[in-house]
């Protein structure tokens, strides 16, 4: 089969996974067709696995493995996961290839799950100190759309930093259905609990304030 | 077929270490990213502060102008840029918003999260954000049908009618983006084509293209999304409304100033006011790129002109090192 990632990209992926320090998980989810994007998905990521002995990659189905989606809330194909070194999910969630430029929040969400600081606890600081309430971040993309991993970034970082936070990147195209049940006709676009909106790549900040408002 | 458009990284570290700098960039563009490389090969001790790396590069999709590249996209551009500066080893520090810049004595400039950084010379790139139509509805239809990224928002008007607001350079590649995803397409401007011809060249293989010329935007309206906008022809004086799915903005830039207001001179436009070594009214203050009152918004000039910029700077401190 034909790569996806060409030698260039192979390259500067490789790199860029060099300093990964723990071990990373990745589980992916898929379904017999028709599913848009699954094949893909599936060699994107068994490619950058190979790229790294920190990376691993499990394979799951749907349908076979329901009591697994259950547990990571999957309800999409491709979705995938990334767990940390010790096996534990810590929200983040990519429901999508990431392709195009969203191969940047990627890589970076698994540079963060394997250990590297992401240097977010000074501005978080007590924000999140009294959070109870289980907040879900989705920040739909496109993968033609620069400002978008930025903001997906964010959003997996604030997943990363709290329990109670989960976010997942959608890739719009090939979610359509749900795109169109968030009115989603400009990127990156962040919902937080289904019902608060924020368009672009904001700052931390923005997403602490919404989240404190809650 | 996918690519893949991987990013460099930038250390970040280093910000915990050094909290003064003889040059600092804010803004990461074209003009910002320029200056860092000048500044360190002249040896200052620099540091970029930006939210994100590229700026306007990310929203367009090709640039064919920039001399020595015959063709490449906005975003590789940038990449390269990012780079250079990167393996010149410039510190630079993304994610952030500046927040407030003074100078009770060297410039202090604070970040979002509270950070603050000084530097004797600071050099302010921080660009332009798209032009609003000032219509009613825009605020209202924004992210719903409205758009001021193509190259973002362009696959959600698959097989659907587009306007494109403007008659710039950029409302022009609009058109030619557009042409891969949207089924018809309008372009409606008040006045005459100011976009290059090399790229109005280009419609003559875009199906269902219509152009109103001399033809003013009046209203946005739809219901939970937008359906059309009224239109004044300013010719016939005769008011008409053009159904369509969504609209791309693409009419210029407003300066990204608003930090030094009262600090430095500018103009009514609010472009800060520069002399030709981009000196600002602020002794030690430079400006350079979209948010000075340089009339040609391009790539290769803010590029230069954060490169003179860094060189006046040099200048400076040679003569003014603490
Ligand atoms: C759709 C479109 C197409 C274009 N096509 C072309 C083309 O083909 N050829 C060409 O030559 N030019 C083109 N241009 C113009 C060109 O992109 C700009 O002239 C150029 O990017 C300006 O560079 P700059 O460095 O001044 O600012 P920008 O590119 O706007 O960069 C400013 C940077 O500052 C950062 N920033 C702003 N405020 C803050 C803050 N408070 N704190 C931290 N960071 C901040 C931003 O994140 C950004 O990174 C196009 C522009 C658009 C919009």
Redesign the pocket.
Known sequence: MEKLLNEDVTKQVKEYLNPMKSNVKMVLFTQEDPCNTCQETKQLLSEVSELTDKLTLVEKDLNADASDAEKYGITLTPSFVMLDENDDYQGVKFNGIPAGHEINSFLSALMDMSGIDFGLADTIGSSLDNLETPVNIKVFVTLSCPHCPGAVSNAHRLAMSHPNIESEMIEAQTFGEISQKFNVSGVPKIVINDTHELVGNQPIQEYLKTIEAL | MFDFAVESQSEQSIFDQQKHFDFAV????????NAALYAIRKGLSVAV?????????H??S?????IGIEHTT?GQLSESFHHHVLELGVPIKTG????KLEKPDDFHITLDNGDVYTAQTVLY????A?RKLGVKGEDEFANKGVSYC?TCDAPFFKNEHVIVAGGG??AA??VVDLAAWASKITVVHRSQWRADQIILDQFKDINDLTIHLETQILEIFGDTKMRGVRVLDKTTQEERVIEADGMFV?IG?IP?SK?LDGLVEMNEQHEIIVNRDQETSLEGLYA????TTQPY???????A??AVAALAATQYLMHHKK
């Open positions: 804010i803004g990461g563009g074209p003009a910002g990213m502060f930006s939210l994100e790396i590229g700026g306007q590069l929203n367009t090709e640039v064919d102008n920039y906005g952030h918003m500046v927040t790139a921080t660009g332009g798209p193509t350079n950029s590649e609009s693409e830039n990204k930090l350079a790129g979209d948010v918004k391009q790539i290769i000039i803010s590029a002109e954060g």
